[in-house]
T-cell receptor, first 114, second 114 residues
Framework: KAGVTQTPRYLIKTRGQQVTLSCSPISGHRSVSWYQQTPGQGLQFLFEYFSETQRNKGNFPGRFSGRQFSNSRSEMNVSTLELGDSALYLC?????????????FGDGTRLSIL | GENVEQHPSTLSVQEGDSAVIKCTYSDSASNYFPWYKQELGKRPQLIIDIRSNVGEKKDQRIAVTLNKTAKHFSLHITETQPEDSAVYFCAARKMSGGYQKVTFGIGTKLQVIP
């Protein structure tokens, strides 16, 4: 069974631009969560989607948004990019998103803002 | 909200020695505690997890203990090997309004010296 797939792996953008990242969960997994990872802040929760609905949201500005499609694939969009948005963006999928189901991470998208 | 503190932030041990990483959480409603290992440039991978109805769980050289009363849980690695060198993250997860909420610790960088 294929793991969580994130595309692209690397991305370079400039301030003010916008970016869309993609995450394909493990087949059968319906919950997708997004995290921002930076050296000083660890793993910061962005949001979680389940059955095409955002169920949970972290403390990030409205420039960060996402969506989930009927096949459970998810996209994350960041608008008006800032230098501080440079980070590794990880997504994780789990079977149902409820109960004690482990999350499985993708390799991440490393976003660099110039 | 939930707050997870993880100590130490860095840990160096000699090969063959044991390593212990500790996490404390604040929300008594948290009931699932996974540990992830992230090697340099790779995705976080689940290495062991424990549920709140269990006090200890072991998998070969890795064990996790949970003290619900004190709200802390620990990762124990025995007979450490150089390939154990990585960043380890703890997390606490709870259900809220039918949805899961996951909070990660800041991470511990473990270095095993040959």
């Amino acid at each position: 069974k294929a793991g969580v797939t994130q595309t692209p792996r690397y991305l370079i953008k400039t301030r003010g631009q916008q970016v869309t990242l993609s995450c394909s969960p493990i087949s059968g997994h319906r919950s997708v969560s997004w995290y921002q990872q930076t050296p000083g802040q660890g793993l910061q929760f962005l949001f979680e989607y389940f059955s095409e609905t955002q169920r949970n949201k972290g403390n990030f500005p409205g420039r960060f948004s996402g969506r989930q499609f009927s096949n459970s694939r998810s996209e994350m969009n960041v608008s008006t990019l800032e230098l501080g948005d440079s980070a590794l963006y990880l997504c994780a999928s789990s079977l149902y998103g409820t109960g004690n189901q482990p999350q499985h991470f993708g390799d991440g998208t490393r976003l660099s803002i110039l | 909200g939930e707050n997870v503190e993880q100590h130490p932030s860095t840990l160096s041990v000699q090969e063959g020695d044991s390593a212990v990483i500790k996490c404390t959480y604040s929300d008594s409603a948290s009931n699932y505690f996974p540990w992830y290992k992230q090697e340099l440039g790779k995705r976080p991978q689940l290495i062991i997890d424990i549920r709140s109805n269990v006090g200890e769980k072991k998998d070969q050289r890795i064990a996790v203990t949970l003290n619900k009363t004190a709200k802390h849980f620990s990762l124990h690695i025995t007979e450490t090997q150089p390939e154990d060198s990585a960043v380890y993250f703890c997390a606490a997860r709870k259900m809220s309004g039918g949805y899961q909420k996951v909070t990660f610790g800041i991470g511990t960088k473990l270095q095993v010296i040959p």
